[in-house]
């Protein structure tokens, strides 16, 4: 990373940080999943930045990829948890916390052992560290509540207009020997009072470009000159695409994945329907560690 790159990861960060606060300030119980996701993604442009995917609000077993859709009438409940990410010039800042929309005690238990998963696997972080070691750590916390780590979710490198990268940040021990290197990372562990697994579940509603092909919609090409300017390679909200196009737009982007142009993510769900707590950082390494969000 040059110095450029690691601003634009500061600023991405610092923003982050300014949306987080103002979305636990007007997240309230029962307050509407869109009005939630829209707040959100508009105070992003406000302050300068843009949405690097729709705002995630997943509900208790649903761990994540779940954003609302254009008409959605779901409310905030149970467990949600909020993961925003955010670009500065196509640089990174995702971070990630959960609520308890509920009086549950269960729920807090869940929400400390994630965040407190995620803290302390930050105290251990120092360049070369082998990434097993980060994963240990977060496993040791979330067992020690007495709950399971989600071992098939994992943190990630970050690079420019690519939020998965290739370097996975494991959630458990999982002997790799692969080390921590100078870059961007996410470090997100997930809690889970099951069995520590996520399947794929319904159609999120999120989608990314997976490859430029001919087609003959006029206004399915206009949706995808769009996508391609706006996002490149960033995944995207079919809302985002009815907010700029029209209801019409649905069957654009219906003929756009089943022609494998385009991919729409599943929501990932608990194998066992238990509720599930997130927190996340993004941090830059270099000589030193930062965490930026």
Not at 97 to 121: G, Q
Not at 179 to 198: C, K, Q, R
Not at 244 to 263: H, P, T, V, W
Not at 266 to 276: C, T
């Amino acid at each position: 990373m040059n110095k450029e790159e690691q601003e634009n990861y500061r600023k991405a960060g610092a923003i982050a940080k300014q949306v987080k606060e103002y979305a636990i300030i007007i997240i309230k119980p029962k307050m509407k999943l869109l009005d939630i996701a829209e707040k959100i993604e508009s105070k992003i442009r406000e302050l300068g930045a843009k949405p690097a995917f729709p705002v995630n609000l997943s509900i208790n077993e649903i761990a994540a990829h779940s954003t609302p859709s254009y008409n959605d009438e779901q409310v905030a409940w149970g467990l949600l948890k909020i993961d925003l990410g955010i670009h500065v010039k196509g640089f990174i800042a995702d971070t990630a916390f959960s609520i308890n929309m509920e009086k549950n005690e269960e729920y807090d238990k869940l929400i400390k052992a994630s965040k407190e998963a995620l803290e302390n696997a930050a105290k251990i972080l120092k360049p070369k560290m082998n990434l097993s070691e980060i994963g240990r750590v977060i496993q040791q916390t979330i067992q020690s509540y007495n709950f399971s780590p989600i071992i098939n979710l994992s943190g990630h490198s970050l690079e420019s207009y690519n939020i998965h990268a290739g370097i996975t940040i494991p959630n458990y021990e999982n002997k790799s020997q692969q080390i921590l290197e100078i870059g961007a990372y996410a470090i997100e562990p997930f809690a889970t009072s099951g069995i520590g697994l996520v399947i794929d579940g319904k159609p999120s509603g999120i989608y990314r470009l997976e490859a430029r092909k001919g087609i003959r919609d006029s206004l399915a090409r206009k949706i995808l000159d769009y996508i391609e300017e706006e996002y490149k390679n960033f995944p995207f909200a079919q809302r985002w695409i009815v907010k700029k196009f029209g209801a019409r737009a649905l069957f654009s982007l219906a003929n756009m994945e089943q022609s494998g142009i385009l991919y729409q993510y599943p929501q990932l769900i608990e194998k066992s329907h238990k509720e599930v707590s997130q927190a996340e950082h993004t941090i830059l390494v270099s000589e030193k560690i930062e965490i930026t969000t």
